[in-house]
């Protein structure tokens, strides 16, 4: 049997230069913007500057162990495999909801307080999946007069860019209502396909003027939830990201547009997954669902519950599955990264956090929810497999 993991053990986000935060840093500071943190190393605002577009394209769930496998196999010869990449450390947690808040503001997981793709809402009393504004039964998290802008309060670094600020996003998600609470976006365009995507960038780069988009491309990382990162079908994928990104390289020609490609997380392959619900008296330690993510959970403990939470992480199956660590000493370790806390922060952060071990996930289902097909790749923890992701810098030719 192995030995306990500790969470201090585990490998940590680096905030000092080298953070999905501080090529935020980067990118407002060239654009004429105004933002606490520190720039990225080895891509200062300064050599970003000349650039008359930049345009930051995000792959959802392309982690840098996964991409270095797959052009270990001889893969990624059009695009990925062609051009120099450096590491950096995503945000914690490292998972979508986060990050991309992270990306859309330049602000930190403290500073924004949107902790995971679950979000604990004790003032409106419930746990809701924040990106598509639903509760954990589906229901629409609040009404239509619901102020979310005024609710979320999230801080814009990125507000302070000068000139367009462009969000290309597939679908719905442009004008979902968690976008929407994002209002310093000057333009929003959707698309449906790769083909649309690329359309949008060639108008984007194309336009007159200075400026700046953020684009998203979801479906990798879907794939992966599914298949798990070591699947066929991401890779199959991969080659088709392969392909869309030489073909993008080639629609920015002559356009003076910097492409920066990038992640928001990669994932863990998943080969034990632990329902928490299925622990006797677990949920009955807690004051409201778990929230966050498969492998870094969030638990709101019942102050005469402590003691019994405590030894239930400290006996199987949980002993040997999760390290856990208290909210004091996730924000003393800095975890969340730097800047002003958000008002919500310690009320979204769990009273204790559990984080997976290597190859575990932890399920956190509501009563009489239907069983859902096994997610075979996660994310959110503390590991290299998710904490580290690419970084193309792709100058105009």
């Known amino acids: 049997m192995n030995p306990p993991i500790r969470w201090q053990d585990l490998p940590r986000p680096h905030y000092n230069g080298s953070n999905i935060l501080n090529l935020m840093a980067s990118i407002i500071k060239s654009r004429g913007g105004r933002t606490p943190h520190r720039a990225l190393a080895g891509l200062p605002p300064a050599a970003l500057r000349p650039y008359r577009k930049i345009v930051l394209l995000l792959l959802d769930g392309l982690g840098a162990n996964q991409l270095h496998q797959f052009i270990l196999r001889g893969e990624g010869r059009r695009f990925l495999a062609l051009h120099p990449w450096q590491k950096l450390t995503t945000a914690c947690p490292a998972t979508t909801a986060a990050v ?41 998290l609040a009404t239509k007069e619901f102020d979310l802008h005024k609710y979320l309060a999230l801080p814009s670094h990125l507000s302070t860019i000068r000139g367009r600020r462009v969000l290309i996003s597939q679908g719905n998600i442009p004008t979902s209502r968690t976008s929407l609470a994002q ?8 698309y449906q396909t790769l ?20 684009a998203y491309w979801p479906h990798y990382d879907s794939l992966c939830h599914q298949f798990g990162p070591e699947g ?43 329902d928490l619900s299925a622990i006797p008296g677990f949920y009955d330690t807690l004051s409201i669902l778990p929230s966050g993510d498969a492998r870094m959970v969030q638990c709101f403990v019942r102050p005469a519950k402590v003691k019994e939470f405590l030894r239930l992480v400290r006996s199987p199956p949980l002993q040997n599955a999760t390290a856990c660590a208290t909210q004091a000493a996730v924000l003393r370790a800095g975890l969340l990264g730097p800047g002003k806390p958000h008002p919500a922060l310690r009320q979204r952060l769990g009273d204790y956090i559990l984080f997976a071990a290597p190859g575990h996930a932890l399920a956190y289902p509501p009563a009489l929810s239907p069983e859902k097909p096994p997610k075979f790749g996660n994310h959110g923890g503390l590991s290299a497999d998710e904490l580290v992701v690419p970084l193309f810098t792709i100058h105009p030719e």
């Open 183 to 190: 209002p310093w976006w000057t333009e929003r365009h959707s």
């Open 100 to 140: 991309v808040t992270t990306l859309a503001t330049g602000a930190s997981p403290t500073e924004h307080a949107i902790l995971g793709w679950h979000l604990h809402l004790p003032d409106l009393g419930l746990v809701g999946t924040i990106l598509p504004f639903l509760t954990r039964t589906d229901t629409p």
């Open 232 to 274: 066929r079908e991401p890779a199959l994928h991969l080659r088709e990201l392969d392909a869309f990104l030489a073909r993008a390289q080639r629609a920015l020609r002559g356009t003076d547009t910097l492409l920066l490609v990038t992640a928001d997380h990669g994932h863990m392959q998943t080969r034990k997954l632990v």
């Open 195 to 214: 083909p649309g995507l690329l359309r949008k960038l060639r108008a984007f780069a194309k336009a007159p003027g200075r400026a700046y988009a953020y």
